[in-house]
């Protein structure tokens, strides 16, 4: 481990960007060429030859697929990337979610084949509610059957961007070579065995339709952007200039996506993709101030290094070198010895050791600044989600969304003296990824251990045995069911009275129960008079929260319903908070019993392409997994079939579409949330 001297970087030279894609669309090898044409690494990693420098870990290697996202800096033309690799899998979408609420900027890397993948098109929603501006790189552009313009229709139809190409091909499929650079109106060429591009005019054959392309960029543009529609009524034409800050512009908006296009694996088309991350996303200081908030205020603060220091927390692992908390820094700075506050474990931290983290190596820091991405030792309470800051300017940062567990198994050691090393190990598990979540069940004493699909469960068993050595068994995983109301109950009365000596309680509630359009839960008081006052009304409310951790069918919660608290009556001495909120819980639990009430499962969205001559069987099998064909579209040779299925009948569900196809099948999956159960499910 070297010492790296502090950074010198201005604010306004830094990129905090993301690499997003579907599971195979190659944002890892762009990563590579990034690292590799930056002169980070001195050799070209490929996935396939498990060489790639963020997918380090073992697991990634063998399954090739990016699991874990991986922090990384390189540097480009006087400006520092900080880059994160994502997960394209949908088992691991919340490491993107994490991710994304750290970035200032995203690469979305799409396949010019297959266009807006079904993960794809999550990631980018995810990406919408961040506000992260984004930039296009259509890649693998050198595949049988890839064509720029149909990959473009599908991220205009499917994601509903303004999408502004400023790149043409040269050649097609296996003889795609270069691209014409429609800002500057040159060809940039590349060749087997050279890393650089060769400048030269636009070819003779692609010089009409380059021209239009660039009349139809300008066109677009001119559309979006005020000042560019001036320039193109005075002269009927945009400049170069114009075009770029016009881009500019609206890229940090979010009006507009800047496209670009080529091949990663045969490193052509980076170099101007670099280019366009230094031109078109924005550094910290361009972003808005961070806002938070304490003691009920709401508070910002600027990306300044002179400012009280402020950053979240986005991602906590154990390595051989200690216990490594991700920090996004958004104002401030902090150096080794620092004494930081975390509010939320409401206890000071002191920094041990500041790194600048190149995937799986680390570089010392002296110290970090507003808008460093780092990772620091030393903090033992900080989680993903936590705020750190100035003691004596505290402030509490928004944490990342953490999605709901779908699928669960019970798990054990297999010897009984590995029951302790194992709970250690399921507990480091759960810290350092919050879409796990570990419990105990109360009727069978089993340990259940919860996440997001079958993949990410089989990887977090997989690394414990790696990491610790303990064989575990894995009991057949469950789904995490819910419970709705299909129709409710009016004036629904509860007594809670207690008399045991000393205080009493009461409390007298009157409830309507009703169902909502869609999940969550609505509480409203149509109380008049005064008979029930205002802080016990809130004490029902609490109370009626804690009745929907467990429903009348199968004891899972309960969501979609709305409660109008009608009525009710106090006793001048014996009412309290306690009371009304006891009387919430359990008159809501009564009346959810004299309700109609439906068992939902987890339903996804499956996207399966197989070979055309294994269309019959895969919809065949498809309906035996009671799932609901929604959508098909036919290729050369190929076919892609869309359907919704309940999550319960997909597990081993890949094993049966290699065996059905010859391992020509090939499928995704995305949640689209709940549908009622048909009675015959058995959930116990």
């Not at 402020?310 to 820094?329: E, H, N, P, Q």
Request: glycine share 10%; proline share 5%.
């Amino acid at each position: 481990m070297r010492t790296e001297r502090p950074l010198t970087t201005p604010l306004s030279a830094v990129r905090n960007l993301g690499i997003l894609a579907h599971v195979d669309a190659g944002k890892t090898t762009v990563t590579e060429r990034f690292l590799y044409l930056t002169g980070t690494t001195h050799r070209r990693g490929e996935v396939h030859d498990g060489t790639t420098v963020t997918d380090f870990d073992p697991q990634e290697r063998d399954r090739g697929i990016t699991i874990f996202a991986a922090a990384v800096t390189c540097a480009w033309d006087g400006h520092r990337i900080n880059l994160i690799d994502t997960p394209g899998h949908v088992d691991f979408a919340d490491e993107v979610e994490r991710s994304l609420r750290v970035l200032d900027g995203a690469v979305a890397v799409f396949d010019a084949v297959a266009g807006v993948e079904p993960q794809s098109e999550s990631v980018w929603r995810q990406a919408d509610r961040y506000g992260v501006p984004r930039i296009a790189f259509v890649n693998k552009l050198d595949r049988t059957g890839a064509d720029l313009d149909t990959a473009v229709a599908s991220l205009r139809e499917r994601l509903h961007p303004a999408p502004l190409v400023v790149q043409l091909p040269i050649g097609t499929e296996a003889g795609f070579t270069g691209v014409v650079d429609l800002l500057r109106m040159r060809a940039l060429v590349w060749t087997d065995g050279d890393d650089t591009a060769q400048e030269l005019p636009v070819p003779d054959d692609l010089l009409e339709e380059a021209g239009r392309r660039r009349r139809l960029l300008e066109e677009a543009v001119a559309e979006l952007h005020p000042g560019a529609l001036e320039e193109f009524y005075d002269g009927s034409a945009l400049s170069a200039e114009t075009l770029r800050a016009a881009l500019r512009d609206l890229t940090r908006t979010g009006e507009g996506v800047v496209v670009l296009c080529g091949s990663a694996y045969r490193n052509r088309g980076i170099e101007p993709l670099l280019d366009a991350v230094v031109a078109y996303l924005p550094s910290p200081s361009d972003v808005p101030a961070v806002r938070g908030t304490y003691d009920g205020g709401a508070q910002e603060r600027a990306a300044d290094p002179h400012l009280p220091f402020s950053a979240l927390a986005f991602k906590v692992s154990a390595t051989a070198t200690g216990r490594l908390t991700y920090l996004r820094i958004y104002s401030g700075t902090i150096e080794k010895g620092d004494t930081v506050w975390d509010p939320g474990a409401r206890r000071t931290e002191r920094i041990g050791r500041i790194l600048r983290v190149q995937a799986d190596r680390h570089e010392r820091l002296d110290r970090a600044v507003a808008g460093d991405i780092v990772a620091v030792i030393g903090l033992r309470s900080a989680r993903a989600g936590s705020t750190l800051c100035a003691p004596d300017a505290p402030l509490v940062l928004e944490p990342p969304a953490v999605a709901d567990p779908v699928v669960s198994v019970a798990v054990e050691a297999r010897r009984s003296t590995d029951t302790d090393r194992l709970t250690s190990a399921l507990a480091r598990l759960a810290e350092e990824d919050p879409s796990l979540t570990v419990r105990t069940d109360g009727e069978t004493g089993q340990t259940v251990l919860s996440g997001m699909g079958e993949l990410h469960l089989e990887v977090a068993v997989e690394k414990i045995r790696r990491a610790t050595g303990v064989e575990v068994a894995v009991g057949r995983p469950r789904v995490a069911h819910r419970e709705t109301v299909v129709r409710g109950v009016s004036g629904h009365v509860f007594r809670h009275v207690k008399q045991d000596g000393g205080a009493g309680q009461f409390a007298h509630v009157v409830l309507d129960v009703e169902p909502l359009d869609g999940p969550g839960f609505e509480f409203r008081s149509a109380v008049v008079g005064g008979r029930v006052p205002q802080e016990y009304v809130r004490s029902v409310e609490a109370g009626c929260r804690d009745a929907l951790t467990e429903g009348p069918i199968g004891g899972f919660p309960v969501t979609g319903l709305r409660v109008t608290l009608a009525d009710g009556a106090t006793h001048v001495k014996d009412s309290s908070e306690q009371a009304f909120r006891t009387a919430g819980r359990l008159g809501l639990r009564e009346a959810l019993r004299a309700c109609t009430t439906v068992l939902l499962e987890p339903v996804v969205e499956v996207t399966v392409t197989v070979p055309e001559d294994a269309v019959g069987g895969v919809l065949g099998d498809l309906a035996a997994r009671r799932g609901r064909v929604t959508g098909s579209t036919a290729r050369t040779g190929s076919a892609t079939v869309t359907a919704t299925v309940p999550l319960a009948e997909l597990f081993g569900y890949a094993t049966r579409l290699r065996s059905r196809t010859q391992g020509r099948g090939t499928f995704t999956a995305r949640p689209t949330g709940y549908a009622p159960a048909p009675a015959a499910v058995t959930v116990r």
